[in-house]
């Protein structure tokens, strides 16, 4: 696509591009470039309108502030939310000991591979409850 706006925006390369063009092809493509200026003139204008009834929407809200005795930094204080807090780790479960090392499992999520094997070799996990 940079190719095509290199030619479009270059007087020489665009000339040469459309040399074949008979005159009412030139009008026709004139005539949507015209349409494509206008439409993006007016989105233009509509995006001004809209940030400017916004600022003034800004200002008097400000204003209201001011008559009221309120600042920016009140407002900071009172929308900020506290952080939820963070729940307390579960309680281990289930225990087991192997080579001296004592592994515990909460019983949720995935079975850790010493139960798993302990499992599979016929024990089952009220064996394991603390």
Same mark, same amino acid.
């Given at each position: 696509?940079?190719?095509?706006?290199?030619?479009?925006?270059?007087?020489?390369?665009?000339?040469?591009?459309?040399?074949?063009?008979?005159?009412?092809?030139?009008?026709?493509?004139?005539?949507?470039?015209?349409?494509?200026? !206008?439409?993006?003139?007016?989105?233009?204008?509509?995006?001004?309108?809209?940030?400017?009834?916004?600022?003034?929407?800004?200002?008097?809200?400000? %204003?209201?502030?001011?008559?009221?005795?309120?600042?920016?930094?009140?407002?900071?204080?009172?929308?900020?939310?506290?952080?939820?807090?963070?729940?307390?780790?579960?309680?281990?479960?289930?225990?087991?000991?192997?080579?001296?090392?004592?592994? !515990?499992? !909460?019983?949720?999520?995935?079975?850790?591979?010493?139960?798993?094997?302990? %499992?599979?070799?016929?024990?089952?996990?009220?064996?394991?409850?603390?």
């Amino acid at each position: 696509m940079s190719e095509f706006l290199d030619i479009l925006t270059h007087g020489r390369r665009f000339k040469a591009a459309v040399k074949e063009l008979s005159v009412e092809d030139l009008k026709d493509v004139a005539a949507k470039l015209e349409k494509i200026i !206008t439409e993006k003139a007016q989105q233009a204008e509509e995006e001004s309108a809209a940030m400017a009834e916004r600022n003034a929407k800004i200002e008097e809200i400000r %204003l209201q502030m001011e008559a009221v005795g309120l600042s920016i930094d009140d407002l900071g204080a009172v929308a900020t939310k506290a952080a939820p807090k963070k729940r307390a780790p579960r309680p281990a479960k289930y225990k087991i000991v192997v080579d001296g090392e004592t592994i !515990t499992w !909460t019983g949720q999520g995935r079975t850790p591979t010493v139960f798993k094997n302990e %499992l599979d070799n016929g024990k089952s996990l009220e064996d394991f409850l603390i």
